[in-house]
């Protein structure tokens, strides 16, 4: 059997990884793609989509019709949008994805960060009490 892939998060530092690894396996799969929520972004955010090697689809990661036809989803979100992950799991499953792969850790990180910077905020506040 020959899976479809969907990567979330394909510009960033593990996910252009992930997307070159991807992009070896092509003969090996009958789909791979990265999902952006845009058709046309800045040029910026252009020319990062130009150096990915895989197809470009473009959807809302919270309707399950953007995931219909693939087998596969890989979350390489960076940590903010890490934690928006449940949604897109549930859109996902809806959609018809049977396995998923998540990004993991980073969420805690990004929380323990803002609780770090929110404590140490209320102490300053306070007169370093």
């Known amino acids: 059997m ?21 992009a070896k396996y092509k003969h090996q799969l009958k789909r ?20 990915v090697p895989l197809e470009r689809v473009v959807g809302d990661p919270e309707d399950p019709e953007t995931y219909r036809g693939f087998d596969i989803l890989i979350c390489a979100t960076y940590h903010k949008v890490t934690l928006d992950q449940i949604k897109y799991f549930d859109a996902a499953f809806a959609g018809g994805v049977k396995h998923i792969y998540p990004s993991e850790c980073k969420p805690f990180v990004y929380l323990f960060k ?16």
């Open 2 to 22: 020959s899976y479809s892939v969907l990567l979330i998060g394909a510009t960033g530092s593990p996910g252009k990884n992930i997307a070159n690894k991807l």
């Open 114 to 129: 803002t609780l770090r910077e929110t404590l140490d905020q209320k102490k300053a506040d306070s007169g370093g009490l």
């Open 32 to 51: 791979i793609a990265y999902l952006t929520t845009t058709a046309k972004s800045t040029p910026e955010r252009e020319a990062k989509y130009a150096l």
